[in-house]
C-alpha cells in the first residue's frame, strides 16, 4: 500500500501540469465573452468593422455559436483560411466537439502555424483589454 502513494502523487502532478499546460491556449474567452456579453451591440459593430462582414452574415454566425468568443475565431478562420464563411460554418459544425485545431486543419490552417498560435494566443477585437503580448503575436511579431 505504501508503494501507490507515491505513485498516485507522482500521477496526480502529472494530470495537474497537463490541465496546466492545456489552458494556457484560448485562456483570453472567458473575459472576451464577459465583454461582449455585456453590450451585444459594441460586439456586433466591432465583428462587422474588423471582419468587414454584413449584419445578416454576423447575425447568422451568432446564432450558430455558443459563445462570442466562437464567433470571433469563425471569422478569424475565415479570414486565415481564405475560404468561405458557409465553409467554415460547416467545418464548425462536424469538428466543433473535436476541437478547433481539427477546424483549421480541414480548412487548410496549420494548427501549429504561427497564424493559429496568435489565435490561441488572444485576440484582436478589444485591443484595450488584450495583454500586449497576445498583440505583438497577431501582427506576425514574436
Not at 465583454?35 to 459594441?42: E, I, Q, S, T
Not at 462536424?94 to 498560435?117: M, N, Q, T
Not at 494566443?121 to 500586449?132: I, V
Amino acid at each position: 500500500m505504501r508503494r501507490t502513494r507515491p505513485i498516485l502523487g507522482i500521477v496526480t502532478l502529472l494530470l495537474f501540469l497537463a490541465a496546466s499546460a492545456i489552458a494556457g491556449d484560448f485562456d483570453w474567452v472567458r473575459d472576451f465573452n464577459l465583454r461582449a456579453g455585456k453590450n451585444p451591440r459594441d460586439f456586433r459593430a466591432r465583428l462587422a468593422s474588423r471582419f468587414q462582414a454584413g449584419d445578416e452574415q454576423i447575425g447568422a454566425v451568432i446564432d450558430d455559436v455558443s459563445k462570442p468568443s466562437e464567433a470571433y475565431i469563425v471569422f478569424r478562420l475565415e479570414e486565415m483560411s481564405g475560404q468561405p464563411l458557409d465553409r467554415v460554418m460547416a467545418e464548425y459544425e462536424y469538428g466543433r466537439k473535436k476541437g478547433w485545431d481539427v477546424i483549421a486543419k480541414r480548412l487548410g490552417v496549420r494548427p501549429g502555424s504561427k497564424e493559429f498560435r496568435a489565435i490561441k494566443a488572444g485576440q484582436d477585437l478589444f485591443t484595450e483589454d488584450a495583454p500586449r503580448k497576445a498583440k505583438d503575436t497577431a501582427n506576425g511579431k514574436p
